[in-house]
């Protein structure tokens, strides 16, 4: 929910554009869009790889802030209600288009798109992908020039994210084209990376997370300052580990909203990946550096001066029930989505995690509805009649504790051994 608060004079660029990034415009390829207002058939593979069309004729509930009129795709509102210039979730109006996964003809490394778009000064449009392979999907990546995957992957999903300053024009996205290849090297997957960062409770109950969820009280949930890690509305395939520095409590919380301060700092990736601020440590938020040491004169990407060193915001939910916390606090966090290994789906929760295989052992904590938790092996344990199933089996998760199998709706990434 970062959106800057800036006002830009309006200047409607007219011309068809191809390859738009925040920063500036690249060039691109001159191919037609489809039809306006009909849907987008998928079409054969091309010489070199496969392409097709976005859809952007569909916009359902999963989607942000977006309408579709008969010159393309549009912000639905450019206003940003209820923020003061200074809070860390006051920046741009944003909205967002999620397409449906497509199933490749074969695997791929690589995607590409293609925008045709009409954009004013100071807004933007961005298309972004993501691929699932045998741990997961991997983080959302801009589409243009090309992202490259470190695992070939059998799916594609594609969202475009539209921007506007507070009251202003909306860019009008006409078409997106994508292409799959296999073109690029594939380097070995990375493990799951823990950092210790600066975390703030995000409050804002009644608002509209990043990806479309109303806050709720005692909500569940986490924001990065990455739209990298954002989980698709209803889902947890962007999960956070969170624990206090003592280790006595930690929460497993999906990805739901944007921020604190920026929304391109995918701090957690190492400079040759990271959007932003590459000459930071690995870890190291930008927003902690500016508010510690006056990195980037002490400001965030909006020219905001940074109030706290936050790396993540926690929900009430997350941030009272879970951790336990009454006032702002360092956490350890670990980004789940880079490592691998069996993910388990907590389809009813927030569900307590244990110390041993049985209700009688203390909890350490919370996994919330959603997430997808690591899971190293199984045990036998107290039996449970829960929402999935009845039965003897504890998963215990990559930090040592236990949840119930009966509370979890699916495993995925491999299978689960006994311990």
């Not at 860019?171 to 084209?177: E, I, L, M, N």
């Not at 509805?369 to 504890?394: E, F, K, M, N």
């Amino acid at each position: 929910m970062t959106r800057p608060r800036c006002r830009i004079p309006f200047v409607a660029l007219i011309a068809t554009l191809s390859l738009l990034l925040t920063a500036g415009l690249l060039p691109g390829g001159n191919v037609p869009p489809a039809p306006t207002g009909t849907p987008i058939a998928l079409v054969a593979a091309a010489p070199g790889g496969e392409w097709w069309n976005a859809d952007l004729t569909i916009v359902d509930r999963d989607d942000v802030n977006v309408r579709r009129t008969a010159a393309g795709l549009r912000l639905r509102e450019s206003r940003i209600p209820g923020r003061g210039a200074r809070s860390p979730h006051s920046a741009v109006a944003e909205g967002m288009l999620l397409t449906a996964p497509r199933t490749l003809a074969r695997p791929a490394t690589r995607v590409r798109a293609e925008i045709n778009a009409a954009v004013p000064t100071g807004a933007t449009a961005e298309a972004q992908v993501r691929g699932w392979r045998s741990a997961g999907w991997t983080e959302w990546r801009a589409a243009t020039p090309g992202a490259v995957f470190d695992q070939p992957v059998t799916q594609v999903q594609t969202r475009v994210v539209l921007t506007a300053p507070e009251g202003g024009a909306t860019a009008t996205v006409r078409g997106v084209q994508l292409t799959a290849d296999a073109n690029a090297a594939v380097s070995a997957a990375t493990p799951g990376r823990t950092y210790r960062v600066y975390a703030t409770r995000i409050g804002l109950v009644g608002e509209l997370t990043a990806n479309g969820r109303t806050v709720q009280p005692r909500d569940h949930f986490a924001a990065l300052p990455s739209r990298r890690g954002l989980s698709p509305l209803n889902t947890g395939d962007y999960t956070v580990r969170v624990c206090t520095t003592s280790g006595s409590r930690c929460e497993y919380a999906p990805v739901w909203d944007v921020g604190p301060w920026n929304t391109r700092d995918d701090y957690w990736n190492p400079s040759s990946v990271r959007e932003n601020w590459k000459n930071l440590p690995q870890g190291r938020p930008e927003a902690q550096a500016a508010y510690q040491s006056g990195y980037n004169g002490g400001r965030d990407q909006f020219g905001r001066t940074v109030l706290n060193p936050a790396g993540i915001d926690l929900a009430d939910g997350t941030f009272w029930d879970g951790l336990r916390l009454t006032t702002n606090a360092w956490v350890d966090v670990a980004y789940l989505w880079t490592g691998g290994g069996p993910r388990g789906v907590v389809g009813d929760g927030p569900l307590n995690i244990r110390a041993g295989a049985s209700t009688s052992y203390a909890s350490r904590g919370l996994a919330a509805r959603l997430a997808h938790v690591p899971i190293q092996c199984y045990v036998t344990g107290q039996r449970v009649a829960g929402p999935y199933r009845t039965t003897t089996r504890w998963n215990r998760l990559a930090s040592g504790q236990y949840v119930s199998h009966a509370y979890i709706s699916g495993v995925y990434g491999g299978s689960v051994p006994v311990c």
